[in-house]
């Protein structure tokens, strides 16, 4: 079955080029009313300009689609919720979100500036939530919502130079993790999305050859996925090359230590069955994790388990 986002209105930040133009184009080619959002500054942030919003919002209504140009900071909380209100007066509702903006400073880490550790924070982690929050009661009102934050394979797995970008896309699973704990029960799906593409953001970082193949279209499927009707929740998906994968967040077997051998010396010769990947489980939650644990240790006391 196709599928189509026909009456649903999203939010695209960051859209005026890359990954978020790419989205938004895409939205708009199967039915959704798009806000194209974006500050229209260079990749670091600096400078500002309506004119990059404005084209993709114009290439949408040239192609008979219906959208909106924003220029509002995301880092901005008044910004963000005119943008939200202007999205309910025209359409009167906000069903998807992609949070894609941001912006990159990177330095090694200690030559790293704290002002601009700082700043990307504020606009990748903070702006996020900030756009996040802002539809959350109007998804939650709605009984339907879908969102997609924006991770990265930087923060998930760690890059050069990349300790302000890192820290920030590596917040994002932490954050959609709580999204979809109470989210959930009101319709709203919350997916994490680690893309590879080739955009200004990733520039020069790469052979022209590989840039080639890492188009943001091939992307932007696996976008539409994310937030579709019949959309997953709480998946983090890797995205690139017109390659998808899942990443999983994964917890070894516990191994119980009596009281009488609890030491470091202890867990140091038996750190191999520790880090052993047989019996590795997903964990769905904290207290899931913290039952696991209580119920394992009960086990080693030959006690009942008190969970």
Same mark, same amino acid.
């Given at each position: 079955m196709e599928i189509r986002f026909d009456?649903?209105?999203?939010? =695209?930040?960051? %859209?005026?080029?890359?990954? &978020? *133009?790419?989205?938004? @184009?895409?939205?708009?080619?199967?039915?959704a009313k798009v806000v194209v959002n974006d500050l229209g500054g260079s990749g670091n942030g600096a400078g500002r300009?309506?004119?990059?919003?404005?084209?993709?919002?114009?290439?949408?209504?040239r192609?008979?689609?219906e959208a909106i140009a924003d220029g509002a900071d995301i880092s901005d909380e008044g910004?963000?919720?005119?943008? =939200?209100?202007? %999205?309910?007066?025209?359409? &009167? *509702?906000?069903?998807? @979100?992609v949070n894609n903006a941001g912006i990159t400073r990177d330095k090694s880490f200690g030559k790293m500036?704290?002002?601009?550790?700082?700043?990307?924070?504020?606009?990748?982690?903070?702006?996020?939530?900030?756009?996040?929050?802002?539809?959350?009661?109007?998804?939650?009102?709605?009984?339907?919502?879908?969102?997609?934050?924006?991770?990265?394979?930087?923060?998930?797995?760690? %890059?050069?130079?990349?300790a302000a970008y890192a820290s920030a896309k590596a917040g994002m699973l932490g954050l959609m993790n709580v999204l979809h704990i109470e989210g959930a029960k009101h319709g709203i799906r919350v997916n994490l999305l680690a893309p590879w593409a080739a955009t200004r953001l990733t520039a020069g970082l790469l052979p022209q050859e590989a840039l080639?193949?890492?188009?943001?279209?091939?992307?932007?499927?696996?976008?539409l996925y994310l937030v579709s009707e019949n959309a997953p929740a709480r998946v983090i998906l890797s995205a690139g090359s017109g390659c998808f994968a899942r990443i999983r967040l994964l917890e070894s077997d516990a191994v119980f230590f009596p009281p009488e051998g609890r030491?470091?010396?202890?867990?140091?010769?038996?750190?191999?069955?520790?880090?052993?990947?047989?019996?590795?489980?997903?964990?769905?939650?904290?207290?899931?994790?913290?039952s696991y644990l209580v119920r394992k240790a009960a086990a080693g006391l030959g006690i009942a388990s008190p969970l």
């Open positions: 009456g649903r209105v999203a939010i =695209v930040t960051g %859209a005026g080029n890359g990954l &978020g *133009r790419a989205h938004a @184009l895409a939205l708009a080619s199967r039915g300009s309506s004119a990059v919003a404005e084209a993709v919002a114009d290439e949408i209504l192609a008979g689609g910004q963000v919720r005119d943008m =939200v209100a202007t %999205a309910m007066a025209h359409w &009167g *509702r906000v069903d998807i @979100l500036d704290m002002a601009d550790f700082r700043k990307v924070l504020d606009v990748h982690l903070v702006g996020t939530t900030l756009c996040t929050q802002a539809v959350w009661n109007v998804m939650r009102e709605q009984g339907y919502g879908r969102i997609v934050l924006t991770s990265s394979t930087s923060g998930l797995y760690g %890059a050069f130079a990349q080639d193949l890492m188009g943001p279209d091939t992307v932007t499927p696996g976008v030491t470091p010396e202890m867990i140091a010769a038996r750190f191999d069955e520790i880090s052993s990947a047989a019996g590795q489980r997903e964990v769905t939650d904290t207290f899931d994790q913290n």
